[in-house]
């Protein structure tokens, strides 16, 4: 079986000098002056919307950037005071005044030396 029996060279037609084809020069008519008004306002409406919702995004934006700049300032007020708490918590929780208060309080005192005391 032969693959490419069908098969010869290719040559492409060569066309005498005059009878080659030119490109014509397409020339399109002028816009009319209706037309031109008609384009001419669409253009100006289409730039219009775009600038309009370029300043509705920038407002947008700016009010987002605002409640946050407001959330920061809200977090690191709640952050300082998460601190003084912790300090606060860690100096109620201390031994030392543990048993500040509960020699005052109820009258409790740590056992010296010589008392006996069982668990």
Known sequence: MIIHAQTGQYRSRTLRPGLRRRVAARRT???????RQAVG?????ALFFLLAGGQFFHWVTGNDFQQVEQLHAVSASLDSANITLRAKKAGLLSPKHIEAVAAVRFGLHVPVSGQVHRL
């Open 41 to 45: 306002i669409t253009l100006c409406v």
């Open 29 to 35: 008519p002028e816009m009319s002056a209706e037309l």
